[in-house]
């Protein structure tokens, strides 16, 4: 998938002082393509905005707890 211009470059190639800077959960459901709601949801975030730090964080808890059902269907 090909980010649309300029305006997530900064999300992507951050720098320590970006990982401070709050994403709208709006820019980030245009961005992948899923509801504000099923975001919060799936997630677990709370509010409008999130830190890039408090994302990653969110993104890997949950994959690690999808890989954790996968496993036990087996």
């Known amino acids: 998938m090909t980010i649309p211009g300029s305006a ?3 999300i ?3 720098s320590k ?3 401070d800077d709050l994403i709208p959960l709006e820019s980030l459901s245009d ?3 899923f509801p ?3 975001l919060k949801e799936e997630l677990e975030f709370e509010g409008d ?3 890039l730090e408090s994302l990653r964080e969110s993104v890997l808890k949950f994959l690690d707890l999808t890989m ?3 496993k036990k269907a087996d």
């Open 8 to 10: 997530f470059r900064p």
């Open 17 to 19: 002082q970006a990982e």
């Open 68 to 70: 954790e059902e996968f």
């Open 31 to 33: 961005l992948v393509g």
């Open 49 to 51: 905005e999130i830190s």
């Open 36 to 38: 504000v709601e099923q």
């Open 12 to 14: 992507l190639f951050s």
